[in-house]
């Protein structure tokens, strides 16, 4: 069977959250670079793979899907096995956290840390464009708060779903690999479980084959 196929640059955070899953259920799967400086993204071509003209795009045969979570909860319920479960379906409270926590990524982490990496690494290094130091100071003063809850949960569980690795996890990775790479990394050291929560993720084999197709520009 052709492998599936991922349509992105596979830099680009939301292509890292799809390609990690694929990963980590061991899925055979092919990364079809899209070029933003040539605005394939907006041929139709790839308006026809997702008619925002974003990416990522995915392709399982016949079927197209586009959303980073939606394609990775496809893959992950796709590749299922009694091994590898990241979204614990058979199990309502488990799925239930997993949902809690991957909402939590997506609506108060991600909008803390993200501008961090924007202005700190992206818009420098990519854009031509400056640092703006309030937008920084304010992201790190909200990061600082969720970090203090996610220290508590942290401490009494190993990862954020409960006493096992899911897809909330995974979808912290893309983000907080590039917030490392920026002069704010440190901040994790002040809070001891997330941080170990943090290297634990790190040394999973499918995380550390990503990172490797990521690297962060230099800050
Ligand atoms: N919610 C979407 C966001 C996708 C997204 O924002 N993609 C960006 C690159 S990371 C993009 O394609 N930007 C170009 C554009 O919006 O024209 C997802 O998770 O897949």
């Not at 979570?69 to 893959?75: E, G, M």
């Amino acid at each position: 069977m052709a492998p599936v196929k991922v349509f992105g640059p596979a830099m680009s955070t939301n292509v890292a959250r799809v390609t990690l899953c694929l990963e980590e259920v061991g899925a055979e799967y092919e990364v079809v670079n899209i070029d933003f400086n040539t605005m394939e993204h907006k041929s139709p071509e790839h308006l026809a793979r997702n008619p925002f003209g974003q990416i990522p795009a995915f392709q399982d045969g016949d079927l197209l899907l586009w959303e980073s979570r939606a394609i990775s909860k496809y893959v992950l319920r796709k590749y299922k096995t009694d091994e590898v479960d990241l979204l614990r379906e058979s199990n309502l409270e488990e799925a239930a956290m997993v949902d809690v926590w991957t909402e939590v990524d997506a609506h108060t982490y991600n909008p803390a840390l993200s501008p961090i990496v924007y202005q700190c690494l992206f818009n420098p290094m990519m854009r031509g464009l400056p640092t703006d130091e309030k937008v920084v100071a304010e992201s790190l003063e909200k990061l600082k708060k969720v970090l203090e809850v996610y220290e508590a949960r942290l401490s009494k569980h190993s990862y954020l779903a409960g006493d096992f690795v899911s897809f909330a996890d995974l979808n912290h990775f893309p983000y907080t690999f590039y917030f490392m790479a920026t002069p704010h990394a440190a901040l994790f050291d002040s809070y001891p479980h997330v941080k170990a929560w943090w290297d634990r993720l790190m040394a999973r084999p499918a995380v550390k084959k990503i990172a490797a197709t990521m690297v962060p520009p230099k800050a």
